[in-house]
């Protein structure tokens, strides 16, 4: 997913030559109340989203006829072609510009084997086991790529942001060496309040973008290091190892293109922290030392007195991937070339036979992760469909099922470099992943709240529902950052990606721990099936609200526009 609770994501292969320029938000109550809109809405539709055709659509593709759902296997096919006859019946059409509902997105895959040990200057050598103390990999196509007494450089956070005034590189040689990276934005306490972040830089609790492991690796190409390895904290994280080596560990993906893949120094990867501190100590350092020196603006890298080697064998190969793209034409002439964008990512990971037991038992089903999300994107095509023609939508909608979100957002980042209609056009994104399966809300989490104008189309939604809209539990996952809206963003479109509530109607108080229990045992494992606790209303519910909010931004005058202080409105600008 993000897609869901502080979920790791693939690498984005595609990173902007110039990184975004982040300015601190205003402050956010806890409870976001809607603006006073310019429109009336009187002539919003009445609809009801069914929760068991949601249901029915996630157990068909979390089925084990599905295998996994990964890009480019058996159960690419059978899920396309699921996708396609569902559009067909709804009479959703084909939105390609051949007559199909096909975007061809080239992708390559990846599978190395990698070896990492490292020594202490005159010390002995030690190798670290794969996958359980480190993950690394290429995405060189090359048979061998090799990182050979490359030195060991500590780097804090991996971060330069002009506007914080911070520098982790103090423009120290980092070409040939290996970077080691803390995860996450760096958690600066606030000098004024006691046990709080300062809300000024990095977005206190919130994580921004220079968080992403996306940017700490960009940057170390950029500099031309070797390789460059994150040191991974369950806590900070948000997620367990496992995630990682789950993600990372059975080969890796990337759009197909000419040389180096952009964003990516030759060897990337992550350590486990008990490793990390070996590794640190090995060289006469103590890790959570320099970690705290890190959150200082003085700080500037730290040669580890230690050196690595890294050999990666590669065997890859070609593979056609497709996003799935349907359409309903806007009712309005002048409108009608104007689109309002859903997406939810169709794609898990598929089979992995190492796996004892059953065949059952190694596949990744993905329920949650993201067969809900497209379940709601299809029985919300399906909702405007059943409209009638006087509550038509004035602009186009498209419908768009990504591939590769798993992989690094990949079907996304390819849809954003060929739309179907332009994104200078695109009024906004609704990107649908991992549901609530746990019943009814009185509220809804926006993630990224405070960004644009959109979060007012969600916030009217919510207020016909008789619902409170809410700031993300944990900012600090980032979120925002992790899900295919992530490359809409960034491409300047404004985007809603909601999250499911946390005050449930009529359920136990700790019915909101679910959501911390799938992370824990199901999320990115072959767990993620459907359960008989599930309560698909909250689903629904939301899908509800998305509709509604898609369908005003379908219908007003002027679409949603970034916030001044929001990173990507420059980008909005520049496109238009």
Do not use: C
């Amino acid at each position: 997913m993000p897609s869901r609770p502080a979920f790791a994501l693939l690498l984005a292969l595609s990173v902007p030559a110039v990184f975004p320029v982040y300015a601190a938000a205003p402050p956010v109550a806890h409870t976001l109340r809607a603006e006073q809109r310019p429109e009336s809405h009187s002539g919003q539709p009445a609809v009801k989203i069914d929760g068991a055709a949601m249901l029915r659509h996630v157990q068909a593709l979390a089925s084990d006829e599905f295998e996994g759902r990964a890009p480019g296997s058996r159960g690419e096919t059978v899920t396309v072609n699921y996708l396609q006859e569902v559009f067909k019946k709804a009479g959703i059409a084909p939105a390609m510009p051949d007559g199909g509902y096909l975007q061809n997105v080239p992708m390559m895959y990846m599978q190395s084997t990698p070896a990492l040990s490292y020594a202490a200057v005159g010390g002995k050598s030690v190798a670290l086991a794969y996958p359980e103390d480190f993950i690394a990999w290429s995405m060189r196509a090359e048979r061998k790529v090799s990182v050979a007494n490359s030195e060991l450089v500590f780097v804090g956070y991996g971060v330069t942001a002009p506007e914080f005034q911070w520098d982790d590189y103090k423009g120290a040689d980092l070409k040939g060496k290996t970077l080691v990276m803390l995860i996450n934005d760096p958690p600066l306490p606030d000098p004024k309040k006691k046990n709080k972040l300062d809300d000024a830089i990095f977005g206190g609790a919130a994580m921004t973008y220079y968080g992403r492991w996306t940017y700490k690796f960009a940057m170390a190409a950029k500099l031309g290091a070797a390789g460059a390895l994150i040191v991974h904290e369950t806590k900070a994280a948000g997620y367990p190892y496992d995630v990682v080596r789950n993600s990372f560990g059975r080969g890796n993906y990337g759009i197909k293109v000419k040389g180096d893949t952009p964003g990516l120094p030759p060897v990337p990867g992550w350590l486990s922290l008990a490793r990390a501190r070996d590794m640190f100590k090995a060289g006469g350092h103590d890790f959570d030392t320099l970690k705290k020196a890190a959150l200082s603006r003085d700080f500037k890298p730290v040669p580890l007195g230690v050196t690595v080697n890294m050999a990666v064998a590669n065997a890859w190969g070609d593979m056609a991937s497709h996003n799935v793209v349907g359409k309903i034409d806007g009712a309005d002439p002048k409108l009608k070339d104007e689109a309002v964008v859903y997406t939810a990512h169709w794609d898990h990971f598929g089979i992995d036979d190492t796996l004892p037991g059953p065949r059952s038992k190694q596949i990744f089903h993905g329920a949650l992760d993201n067969a809900t999300g497209v379940a709601a994107l299809l029985e919300i095509a399906r909702t405007y469909k059943a409209l009638p023609p006087a509550q038509a939508p004035k602009r186009t909608v498209l419908f768009v099922l990504t591939t590769g979100e798993e992989r690094g957002l990949l079907g996304a980042q390819f849809y954003t470099r060929h739309p179907v209609l332009p994104l200078a056009k695109t009024v906004v994104t609704i990107n649908l992943d991992g549901m609530n399966v746990w019943g009814k809300t009185r509220d809804v989490i926006l993630s990224g709240h405070g960004k644009s104008a959109a979060d007012e189309l969600v916030m009217a939604a919510a207020k016909a529902q008789g619902r409170v809209v809410k700031p993300e539990v944990h900012a600090e996952s980032g979120m925002f950052y992790r899900g295919d809206q992530f490359e809409f963003a960034r491409s300047g479109v404004p985007v809603i990606f909601t999250q499911g509530g946390v005050d449930y109607v009529g359920k136990a108080p700790n019915q909101a721990a679910k959501l911390a229990q799938y992370t824990a045992r199901d999320y990115h494992t072959v767990n993620d099936t459907v359960q008989p606790d599930w309560d698909m209303a909250g689903a629904a519910q939301d899908a509800e609200l998305l509709f509604q909010a898609g369908y005003r931004a379908a219908q007003d005058a002027a679409g949603p526009q970034w916030k001044a202080w929001a990173e990507f409105k420059s980008v909005r600008e520049t496109a238009k």
